[in-house]
């Protein structure tokens, strides 16, 4: 069964640190999403691409995150300096149509 | 502000039980109704779907009853299993931007043997 792949599963830095997680879509789906998640929350959307241009980016704080699919198939996402406040979960999802499904995401602890 | 309100935040049940998460919406441009499952240190599953024209929609042991009118949705766990217990998300699809995901802010369900 096709599955989105992320790496790293963990990662723990420093605050100031620059951080970059990996994700990479089921074949085929054109639309792909990075949400975050703080714990004991639902999932919030940072920014959601179709193919290689970014369709919103509203939620993305744009001051130290950034985010690109240059060819329209794996994304990073980027912080760039990691604060506290950045601990979350980092999921990524992929889309064909309208069902959405998500990788086992990353999980960022800022020290 | 919540777009997405769900209740209740945590659930235990006997197993065989039958848990009830409610959701309630305010927007009208939502035009997708999605449940997920997550289980700790996982990414959330995709359990079942319904559109806002349809009233019921089952798919084995999940049902999903969805009212228009009072712009509620719930899920409904038949012959629930220690296996279950996870934490249950809603969510709503915008259909005018992008197909953007508004989640429910979930519930944790602990069913007993």
């Known amino acids: 069964e096709a599955e989105v792949a992320q790496s790293p599963r963990y990662k723990i830095t420093e605050k100031s640190q620059a951080v970059a997680f990996w994700c990479d879509p089921i074949s085929g789906h054109a639309t792909l999403y990075w949400y975050r998640q703080i714990l004991g929350q639902g999932p919030e959307l940072l920014v959601q691409?179709?193919?290689?241009?970014?369709?919103?980016d509203s939620q993305l704080p744009k001051d130290r995150f950034s985010a690109e699919r240059l060819k329209g198939v794996d994304s990073t996402l980027k912080i760039q300096p990691a604060e506290l406040g950045d601990s979350a979960m980092y999921l990524c999802a992929s889309s064909l149509a309208v069902e959405q499904f998500f990788g086992p995401g990353t999980r960022l602890t800022v020290l | 502000q919540q777009q997405v309100k769900q209740s209740p935040q945590s659930l235990i049940v006997q197993k065989g039980g039958i848990p009830i998460i409610n959701c309630a919406y305010e927007n009208t441009a939502f035009d997708y109704f999605p449940w997920y499952q997550q289980f700790p240190g996982k990414g959330p599953a995709l359990l079942i779907a319904?559109?806002?024209?349809?009233s019921e929609k089952k798919e084995g042991r999940f049902t999903i009853s969805f009212n228009k009118s009072a712009k509620q949705f719930s899920l409904h766990i038949m012959d629930s299993q220690p296996g279950d217990s996870a934490t249950y998300f809603c969510?709503?699809?915008?259909?005018?931007?992008?197909?953007?995901?508004?989640f429910g802010q979930g519930t944790e369900l602990s069913v007993k043997p």
């Open positions: 691409f179709q193919d290689e241009s970014v369709v919103d």
């Open positions: 319904i559109r806002p024209d349809v």
């Open positions: 969510a709503a699809r915008f259909y005018n931007q992008g197909g953007k995901l508004i």
